[in-house]
């Protein structure tokens, strides 16, 4: 691995970007190193959605299932310990990342639309 840094920017919602500044100063770290660390510690235990579609753990078990509750909860506590207030809202940024992913990959295949009018998202006719 080369010491060469290149700069990667990202945008996410101002209460997450708030979350991980709060969770990184608990730990001591700035927010760089602590996205840097959390990005790795994910990438340890997934592997591609187009590839096997499974978790793998550390022991090198396999877990079916990329959104299981358990594997959410492991990869919450990575960084080390969290109140269950903790959990509950890195578990429900989980939750939000995931269901805004899975919108856009419908909406990609035409088959959510989302249409103010309805007030919402709703299904394409088939």
């Known amino acids: 691995m080369s010491d060469e840094r290149r700069s990667v920017k990202t945008y996410v919602p101002a209460e997450q970007k708030d979350r991980w500044q709060a969770h990184a100063d608990e730990l001591g770290m700035?927010?760089?190193?602590f996205v840097r660390t959390m990005v790795q510690a994910g990438r340890r235990g997934f592997s591609l959605p187009n590839e096997t579609?499974?978790?793998?753990?550390?022991?090198?078990?396999e877990t079916p299932g990329s959104h299981d509750l358990e594997t959410q909860v492991k990869r919450a506590l990575t960084a080390g310990p969290c109140s269950w207030d903790e959990l509950v809202d890195?578990?429900?940024?989980?939750?939000?990342d995931q269901l805004e992913e899975t919108l856009d990959a419908?909406?990609?295949?035409?088959?959510?639309?989302y249409n103010g009018r309805q007030g919402g998202y709703a299904l394409v006719d088939e």
């Open 106 to 113: 419908l909406q990609d295949r035409n088959r959510v639309r």
């Open 90 to 96: 890195a578990l429900r940024g989980d939750f939000e």
């Open 53 to 61: 579609n499974t978790v793998e753990t550390a022991s090198g078990d």
């Open 30 to 33: 700035s927010q760089s190193e």
